[in-house]
């Protein structure tokens, strides 16, 4: 079975930093792009970054020179990377990968269940 968890949420003070981490195992023939949503309380969910295979990145506006994605591809990890965090960075954050299992064709998105992170004022 393929899953995703991530690590590395948490309280910080506004202007600090966190690294998240997401990891996937079982059993994984390839990985594709691996993306950071968050969500917060009473909003829409959104992408904050996105890493692809080729080592692609890009971001959304709002994180935009605060927040780095990186992968070990070794390690079938992400990182989100986020600094001088901002209390609007608030949300929980998570982890979406396209992945191929081994013993199939096919590529499906997986989910992991979220990490929190809250940043104080």
């Known amino acids: 079975q393929v899953q995703l968890v991530e690590s590395g949420g948490g309280l910080v003070q506004s202007g600090g930093s966190l690294r998240l981490s997401c990891t996937a195992s079982?059993?994984?023939?390839?990985?594709?792009?691996m993306e950071w949503y968050r969500q917060a309380p009473g909003k829409r969910r959104e992408l904050v970054a996105r890493?692809?295979?080729?080592?692609?990145?890009d971001y959304a506006e709002s994180v935009k020179g605060r927040f780095a994605i990186s992968e070990d591809s070794a390690k079938n990890t992400a990182y989100l990377q986020m600094n001088s965090l901002k209390p609007e960075d608030t949300a929980v954050y998570l982890c979406?990968?396209?992945?191929?299992?081994?013993?199939?064709?096919?590529?499906?998105?997986?989910w992991g269940q979220g990490t929190q992170v809250t940043v104080s004022s």
């Open positions: 979406k990968a396209r992945m191929r299992p081994v013993g199939t064709f096919n590529w499906d998105d997986y």
């Open positions: 079982g059993r994984i023939f390839a990985i594709d792009n």
């Open positions: 890493i692809s295979s080729g080592g692609t990145s």
